[in-house]
């Protein structure tokens, strides 16, 4: 896992997005804030736990309550796209990538201070 993987999914996210692939866009906009927060906790020395939920209370437990919110709403899309019978609107893939996108450069700037 690198901060560049997580960069060039975020980048594959607005691909899909252009080009209508509104699942695949909120599938990789959750994988790319997924991976930015495991590289965030691991540069904190915390073991990742492997569920979602737990992730994301980690995550909240480490002072960034607004962000693992997002990924909350990042991981039920992603559910929503990757197994149910639904599909995930423009506006839902558009919100999503913002999400991701708040949750990259945050980390980012954390990861660089």
Known sequence: MSVE??????EEAEIDL???NFNKSASASYFAAR??????LRSRKLSIPRRDDKLANLF?????????D???KL???RKKADY????V???????ALGRAKGIVNALISELKS
Request: glycine share 10%; net charge negative.
């Open 5 to 10: 993987k997580a960069i060039r999914l975020l």
């Open 18 to 20: 252009q080009m209508g």
């Open 35 to 40: 991976m930015i927060v495991e590289i965030f």
């Open 60 to 68: 909240e437990n480490q002072g960034f309550k607004d962000l693992s």
């Open 70 to 72: 997002d990924l909350r």
């Open 75 to 77: 991981y039920d899309l």
């Open 84 to 87: 149910l019978g639904k599909f």
């Open 89 to 95: 609107s423009e506006e839902e893939a558009k919100g």
